[in-house]
């Protein structure tokens, strides 16, 4: 089983939609978690942290499910400019930065 | 200029060659990582160093081997380079403890043709 799971997508949703993602992780152990954003052969750059009370950045909202295992992303009222592939990553305690391998979101106009 | 600088950005070498890929930082932190990124397979860890005197093998380390110079500088060599490393190769960083993000590198794009 890997370490960090995700749904490798593509999703097509239109301008305007709700989408959500989740990403499942192996490691009990992991304290603390991330999503970053990747544009097409450009450098991955964080999106926003993962708290375990869940957290909210304008259009964006991450939850962390520990008992379960997984984390996830909601964007709302989706830009076209969302369009990239979205990295869950878990960052376990004195440990390696795992990434997950990514889910491609496409907006169409 | 960046925080985290990958040298070539781009580089064709013929198989069988040795390459050198660089990465150096200037953000002070002591993890420095480089991953490889093929199409539709994500980022997979190559090697990572937790300071100067710590390399540790990642999932994908055949075929590679790493040099921690200094604390801000990780280096990436392949011996000898065979086709199926053409990929985008990416050094990142991230300071110790777990609640801190990673900061990437522009990556390099390698042919082995």
């Known amino acids: 089983r890997k370490e960090v799971e995700q749904d490798p997508g593509p999703f097509n949703v239109p301008e305007g939609a709700t989408v959500a993602f989740n990403c499942t992780y192996s490691n009990s152990a992991s304290q603390s978690f991330f999503w970053y954003r990747q544009d097409c052969r450009k450098e991955p750059k964080l999106l926003m942290s993962?708290?375990?009370s869940g957290n909210e950045d304008g259009r964006f909202t991450a939850q962390l499910n520990r008992a379960s295992q997984y984390i996830s992303l909601l964007i709302r009222d989706s830009k076209l400019s969302d369009s990239a592939t979205y990295l869950c990553v878990v960052n376990p305690r004195a440990s390696k930065i795992i990434f997950g391998s990514g889910t491609r979101l496409s907006i169409r106009p | 200029d960046a925080d985290v600088t990958q040298t070539p950005r781009n580089r064709i070498t013929k198989t069988g060659k040795r390459i050198m890929l660089e990465c150096s930082q200037t953000?002070?932190?002591?993890?420095m990582y480089w991953y490889r990124q093929d199409p539709g397979l994500g980022l997979r860890l190559i090697y990572y160093?937790?300071?100067?005197?710590?390399?540790n093998k990642g999932e994908i380390s055949d075929g590679y081997s790493v040099s921690r110079q200094a604390q801000a500088k990780f280096s990436l060599s392949l011996e000898s380079a065979i086709p199926n490393q053409t990929a985008l190769y990416f050094c990142?960083?991230?300071?110790?403890?777990?609640?801190?993000?990673?900061?990437f590198g522009q990556g390099t794009r390698l042919t082995v043709v």
């Open positions: 990142a960083t991230s300071d110790a403890g777990s609640a801190t993000e990673a900061f």
């Open positions: 160093s937790f300071d100067v005197k710590d390399i």
């Open positions: 993962v708290y375990s």
């Open positions: 953000k002070g932190h002591d993890r």
